[in-house]
C-alpha cells in the first residue's frame, strides 16, 4: 500500500505545476504582482475566490472562517468524512462555514481559544495561519535546533509567541511561509494576514502536505479499496477517477416502464446501483444503495401492423449514499430479447412488439458524459 500511496503522491504532486494558461482576470491583479501565479494556481482550483465586482482585493485581511475553508480546500479534503463533531460556543451550525472549520478541526488544524469559542468572524494572525498551515504537515523530523536557525531569516523573531516558535520555525525551513516583498525580513506575528500572503503561503503549504502529510491528512488521502463490479477502462490520475463517456453502469431498475403506456412521457423512473462499483485496482468508484434517476424522454405505443414500441429512458442526476446529489447523464440499455429466425420475421412483417421493463429488471446506464470521482471518499466531482 505504501508503493501505492507513493505512486498517487507522485501524481498529485505533478497537478501542482503553475498554470496560468486559464487565468481569471482579477482586475485588481497584475500579472507583476508578486503572488499573481500562486493566487491564480489556486483560483484555478477554486481555492481562493474573487469578489462579484471581479476584483481580488490582495492586501485586503482573512477571517478566521475563510481561512479555515481555504486550507481545507487547499489539501483537497472539502468532501472528506467527518468521523467526530466538535462545539464552539461561537459557531452555530447555520455559520456559512461551520461544515470547513469543522474538517479543519478534524485534521488538527486549527485550535479554538481556552474559554471555548473560535472566533470566526474576526480577522487571523499571521502566526495562527502559519500554525495551522504547518500542523499539516509531518515535522517531526525537523529538531528544535534546526527550526530555531531558521527563523534567523526575521529581524523580528523574538516577538514570535514562545508556543508558536518551533512551529514556525519549521514553516521557515520547509518555505511554507511567503515572504511578502514589502517586509521579507519580518515576520510580523500579529498582523493580519493578507489575502495575497494566504494565497502564497498556502500553495507552498499544499505541496509539502501532499509529500509529507500528518497522520490523518495521510490515512484521508488513501484511495477507499472495495470489493464489488469492476468497471472498465477507468482513467487514473492520482486519486481521481475519470469514467470516459460511452461506459456501460449496471443498475437495477425500480419502478416498471411500458411502452404502452400512452402518457409516459416525462414521467420520472428511479435505478439503484446493486453493487459497488470498483476500478480494477479496486478503488470504489460508486456505492452500493446509490440512486441513478431520469424521465422518460420518448415513448410510443406499439401498434400491430404498423410499428414496435418505443421508449428512452435518459438519466438525469445521482443520490449516492453519502447524500451527494450530482449530475449523471446518460440513457438506459437494456438487453433485447432474442428471437428465432422465424420470429424475427413475423416481427418484421407484422411489427407491434411491446416493451416492458419491470421492477427489479437488471439494465445499464451509458454514460453521455465523463464522470470524475474523487477516490479517497466517493464524491463525484464537478
Request: hydrophobic share 40%; net charge positive; charged share 25%.
Amino acid at each position: 500500500m505504501k508503493k501505492v500511496f507513493g505512486f498517487l503522491t507522485a501524481f498529485l504532486l505533478a497537478g501542482l505545476v503553475i498554470n496560468t494558461a486559464s487565468a481569471k482576470n482579477f482586475t485588481d491583479l497584475e500579472k507583476s504582482h508578486w503572488a499573481y501565479s500562486q493566487i491564480q494556481a489556486l483560483a484555478k482550483d477554486e481555492v481562493v475566490v474573487g469578489y462579484p465586482d471581479g476584483t481580488f482585493m490582495p492586501d485586503q485581511p482573512v477571517t478566521r472562517a475563510e481561512f479555515s475553508t481555504m486550507v481545507v480546500k487547499a489539501l483537497r479534503q472539502e468532501n472528506c468524512i467527518l468521523k467526530e463533531i466538535y462545539y464552539f460556543d461561537d459557531l452555530p451550525q447555520y455559520h456559512w462555514a461551520y461544515d470547513m472549520i469543522q474538517k479543519a478541526q478534524s485534521f488538527d488544524l486549527l485550535k479554538g481559544y481556552p474559554d471555548g469559542t473560535f472566533h470566526p468572524d474576526e480577522n487571523i494572525a499571521k502566526v495562527d495561519a502559519v500554525s495551522m498551515m504547518i500542523a499539516s504537515v509531518e515535522t517531526r523530523d525537523i529538531s528544535k535546533d534546526v527550526a530555531k536557525k531558521a527563523l534567523k531569516a526575521y529581524k523580528d523573531a523574538d516577538k514570535i509567541p514562545a508556543w508558536a516558535f518551533i512551529n514556525v520555525g519549521k514553516a521557515e525551513k520547509l518555505m511554507v511561509t511567503a515572504h511578502n516583498p514589502a517586509s521579507a525580513n519580518l515576520f510580523e506575528p500579529e498582523k493580519k494576514i493578507t489575502r495575497a500572503e494566504v494565497a502564497a503561503s498556502l500553495y507552498n503549504m499544499r505541496k509539502q502536505a501532499l509529500k509529507r502529510p500528518n497522520s490523518k491528512l495521510a490515512e484521508a488521502m488513501k484511495p477507499i479499496i472495495s470489493q464489488g463490479t469492476i468497471i472498465d477502462p477507468v482513467i487514473l490520475d492520482g486519486t481521481i477517477a475519470t469514467i470516459p463517456a460511452g461506459t456501460l453502469i449496471p443498475v437495477t431498475i425500480l419502478n416498471d416502464v411500458s411502452s404502452q403506456n400512452k402518457n409516459g412521457k416525462g414521467e420520472v423512473f428511479v435505478t439503484q446501483t446493486g453493487d459497488n462499483l470498483v476500478t480494477k485496482e479496486n478503488y470504489l468508484l460508486i456505492a452500493k444503495g446509490s440512486y441513478i434517476n431520469g424521465e422518460i424522454s420518448d415513448i410510443k405505443p406499439a401498434v400491430y401492423f404498423i410499428r414496435n414500441g418505443k421508449v428512452i429512458l435518459e438519466t438525469h442526476n445521482i443520490n449516492t449514499i453519502r447524500k451527494q446529489k450530482a449530475d449523471f447523464p446518460g440513457d438506459i440499455n437494456w438487453k433485447i430479447k432474442k428471437y428465432k429466425w422465424y420470429q424475427k420475421a413475423v416481427n418484421f412483417v407484422v411489427k407491434g412488439r411491446k416493451i416492458k421493463l419491470m421492477e427489479g429488471d437488471n439494465v445499464c446506464i451509458k454514460l453521455g458524459k465523463p464522470i470524475r470521482v474523487d477516490l479517497t471518499n466517493s464524491t463525484i466531482l464537478k
